[in-house]
């Protein structure tokens, strides 16, 4: 059973930064292109990001809503992905999921909730 | 980007009786692959996203065949052929064709 499992979110002031962290079990992690989407409260969907496999080239690719502040990486050796945010604004404020991207039959973690205000 | 439009935004539906939703995105979804990338995602009260649908028409592991997905080009549907009191949620229409990624603005499905 594939399993992903976010940590690493919290409560962080304007400006500041967080690091999420995306477990993943049950499946090839090194051959799967990785996403993170976030829920604002009470929203809908928003596409954050995504990074390829390193055997598609690694590369990543960012909403315009967070490019120059988040940096999406992948650890393949503990099959972990990682989302780096920084300069982080209140509208930054959701629920962080990853999704394992498989030809269409996406997996997806239970989230994690990032809290941002002074 | 391209633009996914759901109708309704909102489904009252009695249990036992039929639901259907619609999705239009702004472009056609058939990717250079020959693959359409279209998803339905359901999300319960306090729950993530689920994947019921991908490719259109394909029922992810251990969804219900109650839930059928169709479409082609840029207008897609969801199916539920009996709604049962568990399938209270907002569904999503998702594409994965092109990034940035984009999701419909979702429905509602409420049931009488």
């Known amino acids: 059973e594939v399993q992903l499992v976010e940590s690493g979110g919290g409560l962080v002031k304007p400006g500041g930064s967080l690091r999420l962290s995306c477990a993943v079990s049950g499946f090839t992690f090194s051959n799967a292109w990785m996403t993170w989407v976030r829920q604002a409260p009470g929203k809908g969907l928003e596409w954050v990001g995504r990074i390829k496999s390193k055997a598609s080239g690694g590369a990543t690719d960012y909403a315009a809503s967070v490019k120059g502040r988040f940096t999406i990486s992948r650890d393949d050796s503990k099959n972990t992905l990682y989302l780096q945010m920084n300069s982080l604004k209140t509208d930054d404020a959701a629920v962080y999921y990853c999704?394992?991207?498989?030809?269409?039959?996406?997996?997806w973690g239970q989230g994690t909730l990032v809290t941002v205000s002074s | 980007d391209i633009v996914m439009t759901q109708t309704p935004l909102s489904s009252p539906v009695t249990l036992g009786q039929p639901a259907s939703i619609s999705c239009r995105s702004s472009?056609?979804?058939?990717?250079?692959?020959?693959?359409?990338?279209l998803s339905w995602l359901q999300q319960r009260p306090g729950q993530p996203p689920r994947l019921l649908i991908y490719k259109i028409s394909n029922r992810f592991s251990g969804v219900p065949d109650r839930f059928s997905g169709s479409g082609a080009g840029t207008e897609f549907t969801l199916k539920i052929s009996r709604v049962e009191a568990e399938d209270a949620g907002v569904y999503y229409c998702?594409?994965?064709?092109?990034?940035?990624?984009?999701f419909g603005q979702g429905t509602k499905l409420e049931i009488k």
């Open positions: 998702m594409q994965v064709t092109q990034s940035p990624h984009t």
């Open positions: 472009q056609s979804l058939v990717h250079s692959d020959g693959n359409t990338y």
């Open positions: 999704v394992l991207e498989w030809f269409g039959e996406d997996h």
